[in-house]
């Protein structure tokens, strides 16, 4: 994998596109901006563009429309700790990363094992909302009728979880919250609010989305595996978590763009999911 921001990539292109635009494929490398906060120690990184950059708006098909209208639907569920569908996801959550450790309630110490920042996991769930639960359900559980190797998959959350790879830091990033992070950045850097793709990524995230409904949930395990990879590279520290964030979203803006990609399945990052 390609560490350097200074690496040349073969950047792809989608015919349509107006060539009177001022939309540069080098643009897509570029991370600016602030940060935002989300719980009490680790951030995420969004986009913040400059004024003179140019705004693409790209058309979609039906397909594509209702695909990504599904998408934000789920954007739009709000953790509920009443809601029984939210608190059994949470107890299943559990279950699947600690299968032979009975769980003592939802509000509970035990979720500090799993890098929640406190007793209770609701209020760490307000940067991402209910789909950063879903996200962790899909990484964690097997994938069902799917060309996925299922035991390779699981392994990689649970190597995530426990740490198990690479020389740890000892001050590591908990694994929840990250995970939490993990998908608002995702939303921030795919546009995922828009009402149609305004970036040639969002476009082609799209592409892929309306040939297979699991894409974003399936970017986010490709992105929480390459997050750490980058932690393991950097020799990072929690203090550091914000830079590796970025640096995530980088190496992502360059393998989307690349000529050969047609599927999630076809990114190098993917292969971390199966080591």
């Not at 901006?33 to 790209?58: H, P």
């Not at 608190?87 to 094992?113: D, H, N, S």
Request: proline share 3%; with cysteine; net charge negative.
């Amino acid at each position: 994998m390609e560490e350097s921001g200074e690496s040349s990539v073969a950047v792809r292109r989608i015919h349509g596109l107006d060539r009177g635009s001022n939309y540069s494929a080098s643009s897509a490398y570029v991370v600016t901006g602030s940060t935002a906060w989300i719980g009490k120690g680790l951030s995420c990184v969004c986009a913040q563009g400059r004024e003179s950059d140019t705004r693409i708006s790209f058309e979609l098909t039906p397909s594509q429309e209702e695909c990504l209208q599904k998408l934000q639907s789920r954007l739009d569920v709000v953790y509920d700790s009443t809601k029984v569908e939210h608190q059994e996801a949470l107890r299943a959550l559990w279950y699947v990363a600690f299968p032979e450790v009975e769980l003592r309630g939802l509000i509970t110490e035990q979720w500090k094992e799993m890098g929640w920042q406190g007793k209770d996991p609701s209020t760490d769930f307000r940067g991402g909302g209910f789909i950063s639960l879903e996200n962790l359900l899909f990484f964690a559980r097997t994938f069902p009728n799917t060309n996925l190797v299922n035991s390779s998959t699981q392994k990689s959350f649970q190597d995530l979880l426990q740490k198990r790879v690479g020389d740890r830091s000892l001050w590591e990033y908990p694994f929840a919250v990250a995970g939490v992070n993990v998908t608002f950045m995702l939303i921030q850097m795919l546009d995922l609010r828009a009402a149609k793709p305004r970036t040639m990524m969002g476009a082609l995230f799209l592409k892929i989305l309306a040939e297979d409904e699991r894409t974003f949930d399936l970017l986010y395990c490709i992105t929480f595996k390459l997050m750490d990879h980058q932690w393991l590279t950097m020799n990072a520290s929690y203090m550091d978590f914000n830079a590796v964030m970025k640096a995530t979203r980088r190496q992502l803006e360059r393998e989307f763009l690349l000529e050969d990609i047609q599927r999630l399945e076809d990114m190098p990052s993917f292969r971390l999911l199966l080591r």
